[in-house]
Each structure stands twice: as C-alpha cells, then as structure tokens.
C-alpha cells in the first residue's frame, strides 16, 4: 500500500522544522545568556577594539574615517569566528551534538539553530559596535545603514565560517589554530593593507575568492560615495552566498562525537 504526501503534509513537515530549528535557536541563545564572559565578548570587545583603534590616531582622525568602517567589519567578523567555532567543537567533545542528533532533530535543522542562535548575537553585537563607532567615536560616514548592514553580514559570516570549520577540529585548542589558517590571509589580502589591484597577480587572485575581500571593496566603497550603488550589492549580495554555502557545507559536513 503507498502513501501518497499532499502539500498540507509537506507543509506540516515543513513547520515542524523550523519550530525545531527555533527550539534549538533559543537553546544557543540561553546558553550564551548564562555565559557572562562570552556575552561581553561578544556584545563588547568590538566596540573596546573600535575605541583603542580610535585613539591611537587621535591627532589624525581622518585615518579613523578611512579606515575605521574596514575595521568595523573586520573586529565583529574575527571575535564571531572565534567564538563559534570554540563552541561548536566544546559542544561535540561534551556529547552534546550526540545527544541532540539522537532527537528527531536533523543535522540541517541543528546547524540552522545554531546559525539563527549565533546570528541573533552577531546582529546585537553589530549594532552595537556600529552605534558606538558612528554616534560616540565620530565616525564620519554617509551612509550609516549601509555601513551596519554590512557589518552585520560580516558578523555572520564569521559565524559560517566557524560552523564550518568547526567540523575539522578534534579539540578547542585545534579550533583557535583555525585563525591564523582561515582569517590572517583575509586580513593581509583583503585590501586593507594595499589595494588589491596593486597586489602582485597570483595574490589579487587568491583575494578573489575570500569573503573578506568583498567586505572591505564595501566598505571602502562607502568611503567614496553616498548613495548605495550596484557595486555594493554585487558585494552584499557575494558576502550572503558565501554565508549560505559555509552553512550548507558545515551542516553536511557536522559529526556527531570526535573520531
């Protein structure tokens, strides 16, 4: 005897999963609640960071302008990179992740949960860090919303990539070594050194296919115009892609337990 699915079932199946993607959302965002230490790394240091930036060229407040919006991306991005993926790996080493995998919950929803969870920290901690570099260090911009949207999406994309490359440390400690892996070789080839254009080939190349590289075109694009132009949301809308693809590639490649 066959069963036929009707698209009452499929959509019942389908609100099934996001409740259970939210569940496991709110169980992340109770979890960092209780977390004092990461709440405030979260929510604070890139603001902190932000503010030290700021001073140290205080008698040339014009480099704060130019660079400062680069690095309001950049602090938001590195901190939620650090944090996801620490968590991640503490959540496998623990049994949490096998606990949870032994639920109905599927591996794409519990990645969902947890990038909606982490995402949400990401979105608090942008606003805030944006807030006080536009309105208390004077950041000179044109185009405020524009300049948190993308640090925003930075943020989350951070936690993408720590998701992903969660799944290939056996240990916390392997999760940090990830940093000078995945994030200095943005951060040299990014732009915000030397103009990508100027950077010997094979290196303007490599830049080409870093997800930082289109944050920092964003943000310096910013620098230079007022109005948001089609190259920034060719930038938002590669910086987006690179968030959905390191999600779908953490959910398939999540485990269970340390081999």
Do not use: K
């Not at 602090?75 to 790996?89: A, G, N, Q, R, Y």
Request: net charge neutral.
């Amino acid at each position: 005897m066959t069963t036929t699915t009707t698209p009452h079932t499929h959509q019942a199946r389908r609100s099934v999963g996001i409740g259970r993607t939210l569940a496991c959302a709110r169980r992340v965002l109770e979890q960092l609640s209780h977390d004092h230490r990461s709440v405030a790394l979260i929510v604070l240091m890139p603001s902190v960071l932000l503010l030290v930036f700021r001073y140290v060229y205080d008698s040339t407040p014009m480099i704060f302008d130019r660079i400062g919006p680069q690095m309001l991306g950049l602090f938001p991005f590195i901190i939620m990179f650090l944090v996801t993926s620490v968590t991640m790996v503490r959540e496998r080493t623990s049994g949490t992740l096998e606990r949870l995998l032994t639920t109905p919950l599927r591996r794409g929803e519990l990645i969902g949960g947890y990038a909606l969870g982490f995402g949400v920290a990401a979105l608090v901690q942008s606003l805030v860090s944006s807030a006080v570099a536009i309105w208390l260090l004077g950041l000179d911009v044109q185009i405020p919303w524009a300049i948190g949207l993308f640090a925003i999406v930075d943020a989350v994309l951070g936690t993408a990539l720590g998701l992903m490359m969660s799944a290939f440390a056996t240990n916390e400690f392997q999760a940090v070594q990830f940093m000078p892996l995945i994030v200095l070789p943005q951060v040299l080839l990014c732009g915000l050194l030397l103009p990508r254009d100027q950077m010997p080939r094979v290196l303007e190349l490599i830049s080409d296919v870093l997800p930082l590289s289109y944050a920092t075109d964003a943000f310096t694009e910013l620098n230079n115009t007022d109005t948001f132009n089609g190259t920034m949301t060719r930038d938002l809308i590669v910086l987006v892609g690179f968030v959905v693809v390191s999600i779908a590639l953490a959910s398939l490649t999540l485990r269970r337990r340390m081999p």
